[in-house]
């Protein structure tokens, strides 16, 4: 629920930045940005129930990985838009298949390594 509450805001808020006129990377950023704001707080709490008051090291761990991902699905995106040809609803499907396929990789990386024993990795 949490990753999908995210993930569309996301997905939502780049597909009307992009369509606008912000180019692609400010627009994922954007949009991505908003997407870590709320992730943090409610994947700390709600899908790990990780409650430790060491929220500092959790936070930088977090933004790490957000890192990851955010240069893995702005390529992605890039290379789809190789693709698809230019329409209305490019930017939205482009976005959304980025997201899907990172998922796995996302949460695994936050649940080893942002909220979990650091050593699991």
Not at 9 to 19: E, N, P, S, W
Not at 58 to 63: A, G, K, N, V
Request: aromatic share 16%; glycine share 16%.
């Amino acid at each position: 629920m949490v990753g999908g509450l995210g993930t569309g805001l996301d997905i939502g808020l780049y597909g009307v930045l992009y369509r606008t006129g912000m180019g692609h990377w400010p627009a994922l950023a954007l949009s991505f940005g908003t997407g870590v704001a709320i992730g943090f707080w409610l994947t700390r709490r709600w899908v790990f129930q990780n409650g430790s008051p060491l929220w500092k090291g959790q936070l930088f761990r977090f933004l790490l990985v957000i890192g990851v991902m955010y240069a893995v699905n702005g390529l992605l995106i890039e290379g789809l838009y190789r693709i698809f040809p230019p329409g209305a609803w490019r930017s939205v499907v482009a976005r959304s298949l980025a997201a899907a396929s990172t998922f796995p990789l996302s949460y695994t990386l936050h649940r080893r390594f942002s909220f979990g024993n650091f050593g699991s990795l």
